[in-house]
């Protein structure tokens, strides 16, 4: 409005502290994604089906448990601490859990499958009331969509730099026969320690903005306000698809570099490029997405994906760095998408005030979390049910054409055609930068009316 004082920047203590979350995030989430897999077929010696079955139905389980901590964290409200920072005081839980997740002794065969379901279905749950109120946070933080996208881009940055550790310094050393369980147990210990540490740090330098006395609302409210919130129904859907094709990418990548190419070495260059990719994405994104849009940056990053996948599951074996290069393209498609994501669902918040007057930060994101949950369950079900389809041997020192065909189809294939369906369900997203700018406009107004 005329005469009214732009909003003031975020300080960038906050942002590194919201950025440092994920990070403590990441030292879970995707350890379990790139070496969970790994860990039960060639450590636990559990089957590559049963493997499959459990991390499909556990990511379900997630899907639900995401559902719940929006709930829970929707009704919170401390004068003191916040709406959304009390949970990330009290978020150690996930990185003890995922101790026990990677710490399967010899048992019998039922007894060890049996430890595997307890300790990754109460992970699970203890992930999601976490990882729930500090995605929802961000849309707390601000309302200013620069400050919005700088804060998506720290949150990417900080979960990167995990990966990116993983990736240089851990798998490298997953050459078979390796002491993989020994490396797994120090490298969990260590996450908690550091994760727990990061957690406060994040919860204790930043401070929510937007009032924490919001109504609570009932169940049938908030599913009103959800089946009148189109956006964020497109948004989740298509998510769902693009994190069923990154999960399968990441999952099979390590299967990939060692079983298909021979060159497990390539793991630490893989992830170091994924860092400067996403550096310089971080950087260039939020000036792509003032001249392009959201929308169309999304998209763009989605094909760009499904042509690196398709590269990935054509290259002949002896043409290392064509494959390689394909894998540098989906990184680079997958970091533009997941950069936006969280931006995108902070405005789905503000069409949903627009529409029916509430305010539900909590259960709008935990929706897109639990469809993502879903997604995650697809792709790490989907990498091992094609590990089992092709015949996969663990441990062995050379695997089968056919199972060099499966590990293709889940690091290339399969990623390339289920990012094409979320590219095609996100041309239908209807809210477009400009329609959210006044769509703010008119609750700013609203609430000065008040």
């Not at 919860?203 to 908030?222: D, G, N």
């Not at 049910?385 to 199972?403: D, K």
């Amino acid at each position: 409005m005329a005469g009214q004082a732009p909003p003031k920047r975020l300080p960038v203590i906050s942002v590194a502290a919201y950025g440092a979350g994920d990070i403590a995030n990441s030292m879970t989430f995707a350890t379990v994604g790139m070496f969970l897999l790994v860990y039960y077929t060639d450590v636990a010696g559990i089957p590559a089906a049963a493997a499959g079955t459990l991390l499909l139905l556990g990511g379900l389980f997630n899907a639900a448990a995401d559902v719940f901590a929006g709930r829970i964290a929707d009704r919170n409200s401390s004068r003191r601490f916040g709406k959304f920072r009390p949970f990330l005081l009290f978020g150690a839980a996930p990185l003890a859990l995922c101790v026990a997740v990677f710490h399967i002794h010899a048992l019998h065969p039922a007894g060890t499958l049996a430890w595997a379901y307890v300790s990754y279905f109460a992970y699970c749950l203890a992930y999601s009331m976490v990882n729930v109120p500090y995605g929802a946070l961000a849309g707390t933080l601000s309302r200013n969509p620069r400050d919005r996208a700088r804060l998506a881009s720290a949150r990417t940055m900080g979960g990167l730099a995990t990966s990116a550790f993983l990736g240089i310094f851990i798998a490298p050393q997953f050459q078979n026969g390796a002491d993989i369980r020994s490396i797994l147990t120090a490298l969990t210990i260590g996450f908690a320690v550091v994760g727990t540490l990061l957690y406060l740090f994040t919860a204790l330098a930043t401070r929510e903005q937007l009032p924490v006395s919001a109504p609570r609302l009932t169940l049938r409210q908030a599913r009103d306000t959800l089946v009148r919130n189109v956006p964020l129904q497109v948004l989740c859907i298509s998510s769902l698809f693009f994190m069923t094709a990154n999960v399968v990418t990441n999952t099979a990548k390590l299967f990939y570099l060692r079983d298909v190419l021979g060159r497990l070495d390539l793991f630490a260059l893989v992830a170091g490029a994924q860092v400067v990719i996403t550096l310089a994405l971080a950087v260039i994104t939020p000036r792509l997405v003032q001249r392009l849009g959201k929308r169309c940056v999304y998209i763009s990053g989605g094909l760009m994906g499904a042509a690196g996948g398709i590269i990935v599951f054509s290259a002949p074996e002896d043409a290392v760095w064509l494959a390689v290069a394909g894998m540098f393209l989906a990184l680079a498609g997958a970091a533009a998408v997941s950069i936006l994501m969280w931006a995108l669902v902070a405005d789905t918040v503000e069409y949903g005030e627009w529409k029916t007057g509430h305010r539900t930060d909590g259960t709008n994101y935990s929706l897109l979390a639990s469809t993502r949950k879903v997604g995650m369950a697809f792709g790490g079900g989907l990498a091992a049910f094609a590990l089992a389809w092709g015949g996969y041997e663990s441990g062995a020192a050379a695997q089968s054409p056919t199972a060099e065909l499966g590990i293709r189809v889940a690091a290339g294939l399969a990623s390339a055609v289920i990012l094409l369906v979320a590219v095609g369900i996100m041309r239908w997203y209807p809210l477009t930068d400009d329609a959210h700018a006044r769509l703010v406009l008119t609750i700013q107004e609203r609430s000065g009316a008040r």
